[in-house]
């Protein structure tokens, strides 16, 4: 499809009376709703005059819109919450050495501890829950449920330093 005068024209038009881009392609047939925000980039067309029009949720006469809710997430603190289980430092293996790949066993917390590059690098090391492959406080941390954002948790390390700090 060729973008002709008269349909440049046209594209102005709708745009400039705050239809969205798919409703443009819409009326204009032909064209997908991609090629419109193109044309309108390459074009330099600025923000519409008036919002797009909204497809459904026609608020009748003499109703109002329901006031808009704020989804901001309350914010996080690094305190334990009463299910969290008991943070333990990493096991030290007779010898004083830490777990490494070499010493673990099914039974052992595969937490990884520092950096893996580093020579200081190791595991957890602690009893393992039954079937899982960290013991309780990492099992915690690592199978959150689905209902929390990622982003609003706070790090393994954080976790940690918040505890040593409080202890």
């Keep these: 499809m060729a973008w002709t005068d008269e349909r440049v024209d046209l594209l102005k038009k709708l745009w400039a009376e705050?239809?969205?881009?798919?409703?443009?392609?819409?009326k204009m047939g032909?064209?997908?709703?991609?090629?419109?925000?193109?044309?309108?980039?390459?074009?330099?067309?600025?923000?519409?005059?008036t919002p797009a029009k909204p497809q459904r949720g026609r608020v009748n006469e003499g109703t109002r819109?329901?006031?808009?809710?704020?989804?901001?997430?309350?914010p996080k603190t690094f305190e334990a919450d009463d299910n969290e289980p008991e943070f333990l430092e990493p096991?030290?293996?007779d010898g004083g050495d830490m777990a490494?790949?070499?010493?673990?066993?099914?039974?052992m917390c595969k937490w990884p501890v520092g950096d893996?590059?580093?020579?200081?690098?190791?595991?957890?090391g602690q009893s393992a829950q039954t079937g899982k492959p960290y013991c309780a406080y990492?099992?915690?941390?690592?199978?959150?449920?689905?209902?929390?954002?990622?982003?609003?948790?706070?790090?393994?390390?954080?976790?940690?330093l918040a505890h040593r700090k409080a202890g």
């Design 100 to 107: 490494t790949v070499s010493t673990l066993n099914k039974n």
């Design 91 to 93: 096991l030290v293996l």
């Design 65 to 74: 819109a329901a006031t808009p809710r704020s989804f901001a997430p309350a």
């Design 138 to 160: 990492h099992a915690h941390m690592a199978f959150q449920p689905s209902n929390t954002s990622r982003k609003d948790r706070p790090r393994p390390q954080q976790r940690i």
């Design 18 to 26: 705050g239809l969205s881009a798919s409703q443009i392609a819409s």
């Design 30 to 49: 032909g064209v997908t709703r991609n090629a419109v925000i193109g044309k309108v980039h390459r074009l330099g067309l600025s923000g519409r005059a």
């Design 116 to 124: 893996p590059t580093s020579e200081e690098f190791h595991f957890c």
